[in-house]
């Protein structure tokens, strides 16, 4: 196996119902009240079943090798593993999004305040572009997604704003799960957020000796963002540049800012850890929080926001009382919600017009 090539995920985002006189009619069908009606086609098994991370939910055989049920799974973007006779199966006949470091089926159903956020029609549509870069850490070709406003103008310069995903999810998490480009371009349409470029890099990095994403600073520094201002007409002072992440991309971000204030003004933390939280990581670059005036003086937002059901909430709470009576300037807010792409589309959306005011 060659190490150093870059490999692409392919994913399809809508559902697809089979050929009938091939595959016959399956899929997953999202109904007007919000619950989800799957049916799949298994002559075989014994047992089909929808797991929402330990919560099963059993399809009925009726008859003829069909398996159906339809089921309140919850509202958003929701992953599952479709379970046959125990074994996880990806069916090509779900929409197959990238996460748990494993192409996985999902369904995205409605949310009502959420609603035309992302819908398709009728606004102007920016770009996502695909740039392989060398990197110096690695030693390979990295990957990055572009997103570039409806009415980009290479003879204009922008702000850019460095968008990380999270632990077992890649560069696509971010327009697919996240759908930040239709989120920006309604934001956009609606003159709510300022024109500018967002990066979407790779933040699982991998070396050629281990997968070690506490490396992607190192990337981000020393090749994403050279390559970024060589490729496309940005603002290089760092009042035009910011950085946000969701899960293991906050703390990436939280660790990036905060030893770089020269570098970035704007920081974005959403299921956000300032800390590690899963490893003993170096924290010299927390001792910024020990300088109240610098801090406020060097960002001009600082943004944390996490999700009310939230199972890291414990360790919110935990940076929530390291964080209090600094007198920080932090902005904080909650969504209903847990550590989900739901919350993260919510915390972009809310980010986006605040930045480079």
């Not at 349409?189 to 990095?205: L, P, T, W, Y």
């Not at 974005?268 to 001792?287: C, H, I, K, M, Q």
């Amino acid at each position: 196996m060659n190490k150093n090539k870059v490999l692409d995920v392919s994913v399809s985002f809508n559902s697809y119902y089979g050929e009938p006189d091939r595959d016959g009619i399956q899929g997953a069908e999202i109904l007007p009240d919000g619950r989800v009606s799957f049916r799949i086609i298994a002559p075989h098994a014994e047992k089909v079943e929808i797991d929402r991370f330990g919560t099963l939910f059993q399809l009925h055989n009726s008859g003829n090798g069909v398996w159906e049920g339809t089921f309140d799974l919850g509202k958003g973007f929701l992953y599952f593993f479709l379970k046959i006779d125990g074994a996880d199966v990806l069916s090509p006949y779900l929409p197959i999004g990238y996460g748990c470091c494993r192409p996985m089926n999902f369904v995205d159903v409605p949310v009502e305040e959420m609603l035309g956020w992302d819908e398709l029609e009728n606004i102007p549509h920016g770009g996502i572009t695909r740039h392989l870069f060398p990197s110096t850490v690695t030693a390979r070709n990295e990957v990055c997604l572009v997103y570039t406003p409806p009415t980009f103008d290479p003879n204009r310069k922008y702000p850019v704003l460095y968008l990380q995903h999270g632990y077992g999810e890649n560069e696509t998490g971010w327009v697919y799960q996240g759908h930040v480009g239709r989120i920006a371009d309604h934001l956009l349409a609606d003159g709510r957020m300022k024109e500018m470029i967002i990066v979407m890099g790779n933040g699982m990095v991998k070396t050629a000796e281990k997968r070690d994403p506490s490396l992607f600073p190192q990337i981000l520094l020393n090749d994403l963002i050279p390559f970024i201002e060589s490729k496309y007409p940005v603002l290089s002072d760092r009042e035009h540049r910011a950085m946000a992440g969701l899960s293991m991309g906050s703390f990436q971000t939280s660790m990036t800012t905060l030893s770089h204030p020269d570098l970035f003004a704007w920081a974005g933390l959403f299921s956000g850890f300032l800390r590690s939280p899963v490893a003993e990581t170096p924290s010299d670059y927390l001792s910024l929080l020990e300088d109240p005036e610098r801090f406020n003086s060097e960002f001009k937002l600082f943004y944390r926001a996490m999700g009310t059901e939230d199972q890291f909430w414990k360790i919110f709470a935990e940076d929530d009382k390291l964080l209090a009576d600094r007198g920080l300037q932090i902005f904080r807010e909650t969504f209903p919600g847990g550590h989900d792409w739901t919350v993260w589309r919510r915390c972009i959306h809310s980010f986006l017009p605040r930045l480079f005011r």
